[in-house]
């Protein structure tokens, strides 16, 4: 069916590196941009990170600028966020989302389960 | 960047009641804006977007309005199903950014 599934969260050290995974299924993903949206527990959305279909366009929130990195593989499918030098406030749970869009309307309809990273010491 | 805001950050209102919640951009987004549900502990779940178009599946009774600066959300009968925030975003350019979310609550 269409779903997207994370993985690779868990317990981090501040300062350490966590690469998170997408895997999606049921639908042609490279026909799709795709976005990290992030959530600390009990609190609000954050919008994290796109790539464009083709890899070739990214763009960040200021938080993460520098520090993280989206990419992709089209070839399997995934979608990847490369996190370095993690902080306390990284805490969250991370949700990657399909980026529908269809003659500049945009907006995500699918979204995966999310998988919490927490940096601890 | 533009901001996003939303009021109030929480109401609470008794079923059947009329709810809206206001969006808030800091500079015009022509009609570039989605609204989100979240249920505690679930996924969000893309109500509308474009400002005014119900996505598939969504009850009828949720309803979007508004362009530029100024959006609402609209719930015409509270239900109890619809205890949740909900959550503004603009898709225009990035940064996508949400509003800190609105908690409807039954009274």
């Known amino acids: 069916q269409v779903q997207l599934v994370e993985s690779g969260g868990g317990v981090v050290q501040p300062g350490r590196s966590l690469r998170l995974s997408c895997a999606g299924s049921?639908?042609?993903?490279?026909?799709?941009?795709m976005n990290w949206v992030r959530q600390t527990p009990g609190k609000g959305l954050d919008w994290v990170a796109v790539?464009?279909?083709?890899?070739?366009?990214?763009y960040y929130a200021d938080s993460v600028k520098g520090r993280f990195t989206i990419s992709r593989d089209n070839s399997k499918n995934t979608l990847f966020l490369q996190m370095n030098s993690l902080r306390p406030e990284d805490t969250a749970i991370y949700y990657c989302?399909?980026?529908?869009?269809?003659?500049?309307?945009?907006?995500?309809?699918?979204w995966g389960q999310g998988t919490l990273v927490t940096v601890s010491s | 960047d533009i901001q996003m805001t939303q009021s109030p950050s929480s109401l609470s209102a008794s079923v059947g009641d009329r709810v809206t919640i206001t969006c808030r951009a800091s500079?015009?987004?022509?009609?570039?804006l989605a609204w989100y549900q979240q249920k505690p502990g679930k996924v969000p779940k893309l109500l509308i977007y474009?400002?005014?178009t119900l996505h598939s599946g969504v009850p009828s009774r949720f309803s979007g309005s508004g362009s530029a600066t100024d959006f609402t959300l609209t719930i015409s009968s509270l239900q109890p199903e619809d205890v949740a925030t909900y959550y503004c975003?603009?898709?225009?350019?990035?940064?996508?950014?949400f509003g800190p979310g609105t908690r409807v609550e039954i009274k």
């Open positions: 989302a399909r980026r529908d869009c269809t003659s500049g309307i945009c907006y995500s309809s699918l």
């Open positions: 049921g639908f042609t993903f490279s026909n799709y941009a």
């Open positions: 790539i464009l279909y083709d890899g070739g366009d990214k």
């Open positions: 500079q015009g987004i022509s009609n570039s």
């Open positions: 474009a400002a005014s």
């Open positions: 975003q603009k898709y225009n350019t990035a940064p996508f950014t």
